[in-house]
T-cell receptor, first 114, second 114 residues
Framework: GDSVTQMEGPVTLSEEAFLTINCTYT??????LFWYVQYPGEGLQLLLK?????DKGSNKGFEATYRKETTSFHLEKGSVQVSDSAVYFC?????????????FGKGTLLTVNP | EADIYQTPRYLVIGTGKKITLECSQT?????MYWYQQDPGMELHLIHY???????EKGDLSSESTVSRIRTEHFPLTLESARPSHTSQYLC?????????????FGDGTRLSIL
């Protein structure tokens, strides 16, 4: 079945550091890929998405590129801020079947120190 | 931004009580979901619905039940709460028909059973 594996945390960085959170997936065909962010005490918010190979999703300085050849969707940001401290989830939605239910990774906790 | 609401935000209640967690969305989405989020952050799908009068059990077995009498409303009920039900519960919704449609999340209900 479908699965998502993301980098285990927690990840602790200093402000203005470069961020990478790795995400790889297993799925049939060409799923849609998502990154969600969960700030403390809140639900999940869509951060970015990509729906086909080589697509780059971007939002709020975060980027991720859909790599079919390596089945990856790594999240990057060039300069993190304290306000980026949150839990980040990688997820996929299959192209067909499962009525497009999302498969989530286990989440990566990011803490950014001033 | 997404309009999906969960009430209550926090609930502390004794064992054996009947509990209903409310979830409403104003976007007219056909699909709705309930997730249980454990303290380690991982999300588990416990129920979903494709539309009115349609409900299915998710990947994680749950003693809770759901109903979908109106498109906008997807309540979750525990007939007799137990300490093992203590968790955060997240409701989500999405448009139907395409895998690239993201899920929109409410802010969650944090449930504590004494």
């Amino acid at each position: 079945g479908d699965s998502v594996t993301q980098m285990e945390g927690p990840v602790t960085l200093s402000e203005e550091a470069f961020l990478t959170i790795n995400c790889t997936y297993t799925a049939t065909g060409y799923p849609s890929l998502f990154w969600y962010v969960q700030y403390p005490g809140e639900g999940l918010q869509l951060l970015l998405k990509a729906t086909k190979a080589d697509d780059k999703g971007s939002n709020k300085g975060f980027e991720a590129t859909y790599r079919k050849e390596t089945t990856s969707f790594h999240l990057e940001k060039g300069s993190v801020q304290v306000s980026d401290s949150a839990v980040y989830f990688c997820a996929l939605s299959p192209l067909r079947g499962s009525n497009y239910k999302l498969t989530f990774g286990k989440g990566t906790l990011l803490t950014v120190n001033p | 931004e997404a309009d999906i609401y969960q009430t209550p935000r926090y609930l502390v209640i004794g064992t054996g009580k009947k509990i209903t967690l409310e979830c409403s969305q104003t976007m007219g989405h056909d699909k709705m979901y309930w997730y249980q989020q454990d303290p380690g952050m991982e999300l588990h799908l416990i129920h979903y619905s494709y539309g009115v009068n349609s409900t299915e059990k998710g990947d994680l077995s749950s003693e809770s039940t759901v109903s979908r009498i109106r498109t906008e409303h997807f309540p979750l009920t525990l007939e007799s709460a137990r300490p093992s039900h203590t968790s955060q519960y997240l409701c989500a919704s999405s448009e139907g028909g395409y895998s690239n449609q993201p899920q929109h999340f409410g802010d969650g209900t944090r449930l504590s059973i004494l």
